[in-house]
């Protein structure tokens, strides 16, 4: 637990505060993560051109600490990632704010972005279960930056909410980090918690080559939506429970957008929808609510440089009229406003299940299709793809084991033609299926060799009891193959692997 906090933090209001910054389109370096492009991504931390991959593993014990969390940095390279060049950090590790105790799930979620603009990524790392003072799970967020020799520990930053610590709330429960506007120097970065209606948004630091200290108020620029906290009137907006967060360019004009998303509250609860705020020189401002959610993803299917969103509705309990028991996958094209949906603007999206035409599978209750989403090019055509994890699949009368579908990306738009899957009875997937395994729980599509073409991570956090384990395939000319794929779990870096859930939170 830490027994204070940041004098700066505290005082900092709701608003978007003012300081200097630049007032052109971002340069390459800072990012806009979602896209197929290789310099929109932003997880390179040693700043080598090649993306890293960092893993959560929130229920690790550390220093016998139960469920203290740790992650692991695996760094790209020619030759993509191996378990050679890499790290694990936990809240012990020196530098680190804070300390790892019981429950502070250090490593829930994770996500990568520039914060200070000087040209390395910088990982930023949840710990919703940590506790403040007597005030039990009201979590917070450590920022690690990155540097020639990769992350690092020194000069690392805590952050917690804006509005004071509130027990039960899980601050950095979710995260998210783009370039959303031209008044900081680097990229920003979005928290969520459990309150319905609460997100804030960080600022950069000071400007290249000036000192990163967390009093410096520059780096607390921040906003709160919440209609009944912010300063200034927003616009209304669906009563939600904010679940995930991701960034992308849908309008094409050369800042990150942003998309949140949840599950209804009130008389209808349950139901999947989206808030969408869109990015510019000047301002982040909310749009509109998309059907969909409360999992989203961001990436350029069609390849005419419009970030497309999809959505993941994993127990949907309908798609506005049919009964969807197994999962249900949306898809809003971008465009000069935003995601579009099937017929245009305002409309719901294209709908997915696995009867969808050559979706391999089909929708049976409890499959958790789309309970996580990446987007990536895997055969270099140019096309995102898209992963689909199915946690709660069933392989013959073997609950929850799991699956992980792909579905391609064409000039056209998604496509079930020469989609695939696969299971841990696969062909060459190491490993057998078994209960509760939930392979397919994360699912991201990554490229550390930056040859264009972008492997698989798939996750299984309850692998073996809940150690947990991560599966990595490799991509070649034809696309994803299972064929070489291989596991790392926590202890193959040296780390506490009982419990762990290593892969509950994968970068993307």
Not at 234 to 247: F, Q
Request: aromatic share 6%; glycine share 20%.
């Amino acid at each position: 637990m830490r027994k204070h906090r940041s004098a700066a933090l505290a005082a900092a209001t709701l608003l978007l505060l003012t300081g200097a910054g630049i007032v052109t389109a971002p340069a390459a370096w800072a990012g806009v993560p979602g896209s197929t492009r290789a310099d929109d991504r932003n997880c390179d931390f040693d700043g080598d051109g090649f993306d890293d991959v960092l893993v959560g593993a929130p229920g690790a014990a550390v220093g016998g600490q139960r469920g203290a969390g740790l992650v692991t940095v695996q760094y790209g390279s020619p030759d993509g990632i191996d378990t050679r060049a890499a790290t694990v950090i936990s809240q012990n590790t020196p530098g680190v704010p804070g300390g790892a105790e019981d429950g502070d799930s250090f490593g829930a979620a994770v996500a990568t972005g520039d914060l200070d603009g000087d040209g390395y990524d910088d990982a930023v790392i949840g710990a919703p279960g940590e506790d403040i003072g007597t005030r039990a799970d009201v979590g917070g967020v450590i920022v690690l930056w990155g540097s020639p020799h990769g992350l690092v520990g020194t000069d690392g930053v805590w952050l917690d909410s804006l509005l004071g610590p509130v027990a039960g709330a899980r601050f950095g429960s979710a995260l998210g980090a783009a370039r959303f506007t031209a008044e900081t120097p680097g990229d920003q970065l979005v928290v969520l918690d459990r309150r319905a209606a609460e997100r804030h948004l960080f600022g950069s630091a000071p400007q290249p080559g000036e000192p990163r200290v967390a009093t410096d108020p520059r780096w607390h620029r921040a906003v709160a939506l919440d209609r009944d906290t912010a300063d200034e009137p927003v616009p209304p907006l669906r009563d939600l429970v904010a679940k995930s967060v991701t960034t992308g360019d849908y309008d094409r004009n050369g800042f990150a957008d942003l998309v949140i998303g949840g599950v209804t509250t009130g008389a209808e609860p349950g139901h999947g929808w989206s808030w969408y705020l869109a990015g510019g020189t000047d301002s982040l401002g909310y749009e509109r609510d998309l059907r969909g959610g409360p999992v989203v993803a961001s990436g350029d299917i069609d390849g005419d440089g419009y970030d497309e969103l999809v959505t993941g509705e994993p127990y949907s309990p309908d798609d506005g009229g049919a009964t969807m028991t197994g999962g249900l996958v949306g898809v809003y094209e971008g465009s000069p406003d935003g995601p579009a949906g099937a017929t245009g603007v305002g409309t719901p999206p294209r709908w997915w299940t696995q009867n969808s035409p050559g979706v391999p599978g089909a929708s049976e209750r409890g499959d958790g299709w789309g309970a996580d989403l990446s987007l990536g090019d895997t055969d270099g055509d140019g096309h995102a793809d898209l992963a689909i994890g199915a946690p709660g699949e069933d392989n013959g009368t073997v609950a929850d084991a799991g699956m992980v579908t792909l579905l391609r990306g064409t000039a056209r738009g998604l496509t079930g033609t020469g989609s695939a899957s696969w299971t841990q009875n696969s062909p060459s997937v190491p490993g057998v299926v078994e209960k509760g395994d939930k392979f397919g729980g994360q699912v991201r599509l990554v490229d550390p060799d930056a040859d264009g073409r972008f492997g698989l991570l798939t996750a299984a956090p309850g692998e073996d009891t809940g150690d947990g384990c991560v599966w990595v395939f490799s991509a070649g000319r034809g696309g994803l193959t299972a064929t070489g794929s291989w596991t790392v779990n926590a202890g193959t870096f040296g780390g506490p692997a009982l419990d762990a859930r290593y892969g509950a939170a994968i970068d993307e």
